[in-house]
């Protein structure tokens, strides 16, 4: 089940989405869920479930027990997060462009 994500322009998106598009997630953890026991008993395989603390986004790591990779990974981005494409030549913007636009937005707070 795929939740439909609307895109925002790079100029409307919320600060809180910028710093993390600027400087990665905030990760903090929240609790263990889809707990997979084997037939012995042990736990062959578990999903970590994580929030970042400033934007919300969640992200589900599925990891295998005793090895401790990562079996698939899945995010669950908050309304508002991504951005539509806009880079140069119509490429989705990079971290170079998210840093440019917060620039932008400190300058305009200096010159306030
Ligand atoms: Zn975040």
Not at 35 to 58: D, F, H, N, P
Not at 88 to 94: S, V, Y
Request: charged share 35%; net charge positive; hydrophobic share 30%.
């Amino acid at each position: 089940m795929t939740k439909k994500v609307t895109r925002v322009t790079l100029v409307n998106l919320m600060d809180k989405f910028l710093d993390c598009h600027c400087f990665g997630h905030n990760w903090r953890w929240t609790k263990d869920k889809d707990i997979l026991w084997g037939r012995s008993k042990a736990v062959v395989q578990y999903t970590e479930v994580l929030r970042c603390s400033r934007c919300t986004m969640k992200r589900l790591d599925t990891i295998a027990v005793p090895s401790m990779d990562l079996v698939k990974r899945h995010y669950d981005p908050p309304e508002g997060y991504y951005v539509e494409r806009g880079g140069e030549e119509g490429r989705p913007h990079n971290r170079r462009d998210f840093k440019r636009e917060a620039f932008a937005r400190r300058q305009k707070r200096w010159a306030a």
